[in-house]
Each structure stands twice: as C-alpha cells, then as structure tokens.
Nanobody, 128 residues
Framework: QVQLVESGGGSVQAGGSLRLSCAAS????????MAWFRQAPGKEREGVAA????????AYADSVKGRFTISQDNAKNTLYMQMNSLKPEDTAMYYC?????????????????????WGKGTLVTISS
C-alpha cells in the first residue's frame, strides 16, 4: 500500500490560510482517488475534498467549497490542500487517504471505509 505522511498543520486565526501537504512513498500517486478527511473532537471523520490524481476531477464537501482547493504534484508525489478563509469550525485533525479511482467516480470518496491507505494526520487549529 502507498504510505502517506501529512504536514502543514498549525494554529492560525480565523480568516487565515494554511496549505496541507501529503507526501506519498512506496508507490506513485498517479491514478488514485486521493482525499482529505478531517475529524474534530467528539465528531465522526468526514470527507473534505477528493481528486482523481492525473485528472482534473475534484470534489468538495459543501462546508469547504469555494474555500479549499485540492491539488497534486506528480513530480513530488505529493497531494496538497490549500485552505483559505479558515473558520473556527475547521479546527480538526486532517488526514490524507488513498483509494481506487472508482471510489471517486462513484461519489463514495467521503466515506472513510472506502479508502485503503491513511496517513497519521496533521492538526489544524483555528482561533476566533
């Protein structure tokens, strides 16, 4: 399985920006369904954004649409998520995950159980 390591989390004030990175190893991330999930304390893990790597097919949760952008860099074998206009409710542990392309095309990417590989997460804290 592809190994994933997230970075880029931190503490910022509301309205600020962060860029999360997910470095992949053992396999290239081309032709995967790659996604970012988040989990706030006491809440279930939820899908935030997804991309079919090697294509321009992306999907976003309604709560982040227009504020977050998922992208990839094949040369660096890395997935990114640019997060702008951050809100206190965006505070969570953010995880990178990988699955088969069919997971994205079927619209199942938001379900944690559909993804095969996971990173250990990076913490994002937004203060008001």
């Amino acid at each position: 399985q592809v190994q994933l390591v997230e970075s880029g989390g931190g503490s910022v004030q509301a309205g600020g920006s962060l860029r999360l990175s997910c470095a992949a190893s053992r396999y290239t991330i081309n032709s995967y369904c790659m996604a970012w999930f988040r989990q706030a304390p006491g809440k279930e893990r939820e899908g935030v954004a997804a991309i079919v790597t090697g294509t321009s097919n992306t999907a976003y949760a309604d709560s982040v649409k227009g504020r977050f952008t998922i992208s990839q860099d094949n040369a660096k074998n890395t997935l990114y998520m640019q997060m702008n206009s951050l809100k206190p409710e965006d505070t969570a542990m953010y995880y990178c995950a990988a699955g088969l392309p069919a997971v994205c095309y079927s619209g199942s990417w938001h379900a944690p159980g559909a993804m095969a590989s996971w990173g250990k997460g990076t913490l994002v804290t937004i203060s008001s």
